[in-house]
């Protein structure tokens, strides 16, 4: 459901979007997953107004390589070795959505690194800000 984009949402609207285990705003915090704050509101997440457009969305896990390959005709041979996450609605990230090391969408991906889910490899570059920007298919 999410919290409002106003200033006028209350203590309860986050609470009933995050469900922490105290209905306290230090609670709230500790239990938020960062990929759900708006960057134009999460300040020093120390206030409830940076709760505002609060969103999570659970984050799809997909299995990558650990190591970034560099260009993207490489990475189609790279072992995969550990979990990554994203924020797509789809089985497989696609340009725009943004993947992460962490289930709680703390640590953003960059590089190019290669990912796979059922049958289908991919690579996909991301750039500073964990931004897929391409999506190619071995």
Do not use: W
């Not at 953003?108 to 049958?119: A, E, K, M, Q």
Request: some cysteine.
């Amino acid at each position: 459901m999410g919290v409002p984009d106003t200033t006028t949402f209350t203590l309860q609207d986050v609470v009933t979007d995050i469900n922490p285990t105290t209905d306290d705003l230090v609670d709230c915090f500790a239990d938020a997953s960062a990929s759900g704050f708006d960057a134009a509101y999460s300040g020093s997440k120390n206030e409830l107004l940076n709760f505002r457009n609060y969103n999570y969305v659970p984050l799809t896990s997909i299995s990558g390589s650990t190591t970034s390959v560099g260009k993207p005709a490489l990475g189609c041979t790279s072992t995969l070795d550990t979990t990554y996450y994203h924020d797509g609605a789809g089985i497989f990230p696609v340009v725009s959505d943004i993947m992460y090391t962490d289930s709680g969408g703390t640590t953003l991906l960059v590089g190019t690194y290669r990912t796979n889910s059922l049958t289908v490899s991919h690579v996909n570059t991301t750039d500073s800000s964990g931004i897929v920007t391409a999506v190619y298919v071995c």
